[in-house]
């Protein structure tokens, strides 16, 4: 079975720091695989708050998550704060992936990416990335 490999783009423009709580603790204990994903969509939210964005106003439309892939690296406990890294990359006519990194200082912990649309809501379809949002994340 073929592995999921994440590539990482040269630089990311935005890093924020998430701790690990207890509940994002597995029986193994080490950082559960579903909260990954977790911390990543708050991740997400800070990257777009961070350039005035909520999901639901991305110059006027939403997003919505079309896919994720999340490549393991190493253990994360709980008490450890991770900086997550992310950019936009691989744009399309609707979309892009959002690249991310988790990391516990110098160690790597998890990799990944999550493919997003530009969504009309009130329209119930998608539409093209927004020209703005192009311009401020592309590389």
């Known amino acids: 079975m073929a592995r999921i490999t994440v590539d990482l783009p040269e630089r990311f423009p935005f890093a924020t720091e998430i701790a690990i709580y207890i509940n994002h603790i597995n029986y193994g204990n080490h950082l559960d695989n579903s909260a990954v994903l977790a911390l990543v969509s708050e991740a997400r939210v ?27 690296k190493s253990e994360a406990h709980h008490g ?12 399309n006519k609707y979309g892009c992936d959002l690249v991310w990194q988790a990391a516990a200082g110098e160690r790597e912990v998890a990799r990944g990416k999550t493919g997003i649309i530009f969504f009309d809501y009130g329209a119930k379809r998608p539409v093209p990335v927004p020209a703005n949002f192009l311009r401020r994340t592309a590389p």
């Open 80 to 91: 450890e704060v991770l900086t997550f890294r992310m950019a936009a990359a691989d744009f």
């Open 46 to 72: 800070r990257y777009f708050r961070s350039m005035g964005y909520g999901e639901l106003d991305v110059e006027g439309v939403g997003i919505i998550i079309a896919d994720a892939a999340i490549q393991y």
